[in-house]
């Protein structure tokens, strides 16, 4: 899948329902109970078979009586509901608290976090093998015949499982801190996972247009499947819905010049689902952002800074993804296939809506627009140095006066109004590279 993903290209609709599968906190728990009992079975077995034995007559055991094993088994048991109720309440205090300051669609990033369910795993895998084991310990019989080998392998894996757990909750604590969720959406945002070129838009007819069979929003497009599937044919191709974008029923997905392709083949290519995510596309780790500093701005937490650090992030993205600029008149084409066009994939498309939501929720502030006109101009000298596109500064210019405008009409204050217009003065006061763009 070749769409505007930070994380990486997602390829298809098997690795879209793979990532349902995956990104949640039910699925390796549960494979962690599957795989307690057998785990726990193949641990008894080699118990009896030879490793309790052997323990037992080279002194290494934890026992010195039958009813110890009982009583050290049924304490792990204890132990391990104790710490998963632990952990589960801490997730749900954590997750409801920082969905509250920061938006509810950061839960889907928190859930593709491996450690988060690496020790949901680990907690629920060690309370059912010790389960297991209390299962098989018979506190009259003998002390060489205890599970020696099988209540060793339960304590080294509650040592491992409690160290984890100061690991994993630690990590749940960080989440708490604003400034590195926004710093990872920055990071993420910032990154291009498609090479784009400028083309020339085809202007003849359509032979073949596939409609969308669903609501919904696409979630990618395997350009390389559908390459493949169309063989040898160079004709003008179309991707009229670009990853998070939002499409009713009927309305076109593809068009083909030339090609008639399988239309099984195209739907499997370009999965759609049912809510906005974090594999969709860069366009929605911007938007993101944008929430984020928006509901930092909301009268209920008023918290400016943490909009100050989203629009920080946010002109570090624009800087990452500077080489999707496409001229008016053009059409931004798939690098490795020229005639796959995809509007809507470039920087317009990526950045338009977003900087114009953020414009209105920074208005409002003199401090954070200020702060963002400062970002533009220090973007454009910055790119023109980079002999970036004159039209991306151009452009870059115009959304720093429409944030101009629309601030000091809102401002309440003549100071707050002047410094406004100071931080866009710096636009006057261009380095000599940056002139063109006056």
Not at 52 to 80: C, K, M, P, S, Y
Not at 270 to 278: D, Q, V
Not at 377 to 387: G, I, T, V
């Amino acid at each position: 899948m070749r769409a505007l993903a930070a994380t990486g290209p997602l390829k298809g609709i098997r690795d879209w329902v793979i990532h349902r599968l995956v990104a949640n906190y039910w699925s390796l728990p549960l494979v962690a109970v599957i795989a307690a009992p057998l785990v726990g079975t193949l641990v008894l077995w080699a118990d009896r078979a030879f490793a309790g034995r052997w323990l037992f007559e080279h002194g290494i055991t934890l026992l010195v009586a039958g009813d110890t094993a009982q009583d050290l088994a049924i304490a792990v048991v204890g132990v391990n509901v104790a710490l998963l109720t632990l952990y589960w309440s801490v997730t749900l205090i954590v997750l409801t608290l920082a969905t509250g300051n920061l938006g509810v669609r950061l839960v889907d990033r928190w859930l593709d976090k491996g450690l988060v369910r690496l020790s949901m795993a680990g907690l629920t895998f060690c309370l059912m093998f010790s389960i297991i084991v209390l299962m098989r310990v018979d506190p009259e019989a003998p002390l060489a015949q205890m599970p020696h080998f099988a209540l060793t392998t339960m304590l080294a894996l509650e040592l491992v499982n409690i160290a984890m757990l100061g690991v994993a909750i630690h990590d749940l604590g960080r989440t708490m801190f604003v400034d590195r969720s926004i710093a990872h959406l920055g990071a993420d945002a910032g990154s291009v996972a498609i090479p784009i070129i400028e083309g020339e838009p085809f202007d003849g007819e359509w032979q073949m247009t596939i409609p969308s069979r669903r609501e919904g929003y696409i979630e990618g497009i395997d350009l390389a499947a559908i390459a493949e599937e169309l063989g040898d044919d160079q004709g003008a191709v179309r991707f009229c819905a670009a990853p998070g974008q939002h499409v009713m029923e009927g309305e076109p997905l593809v068009r083909f010049a030339t090609a008639n392709p399988d239309e099984d083949c195209i739907y499997k290519a370009i999965p759609i689902g049912e809510f906005r995510s974090s594999v969709q596309s860069t366009v929605y780790q911007v938007r993101l952002l944008v929430e984020v500093a928006a509901r930092a701005l909301s009268p209920g937490i008023n918290d400016f800074y943490s909009a100050i650090a989203c629009a920080d992030q946010l002109a570090a993205a624009i800087s990452g993804n500077a080489s999707l600029w496409v001229e008016d008149g053009k059409v931004a084409a798939w690098k490795d296939a020229p005639r796959f066009e995809l509007p809507g994939q470039d920087f317009r498309g990526l950045f338009g809506a977003p900087l114009n939501h953020f414009r209105q929720a920074a208005a409002d502030y003199p401090s954070v627009s200020i702060r963002t006109i400062d970002n533009y101009a220090r973007l454009c000298a910055l790119m023109a140095q980079q002999d970036c596109p004159a039209g991306l500064l151009r452009y870059l210019r115009q959304c720093a006066e429409e944030l101009r405008d629309h601030a000091m009409a809102n401002a309440e204050q003549e100071i707050d109004r002047r410094d406004i217009a100071e931080a866009f003065s710096q636009f006057d006061q261009p380095p000599s590279s940056l002139k063109r763009v006056a």
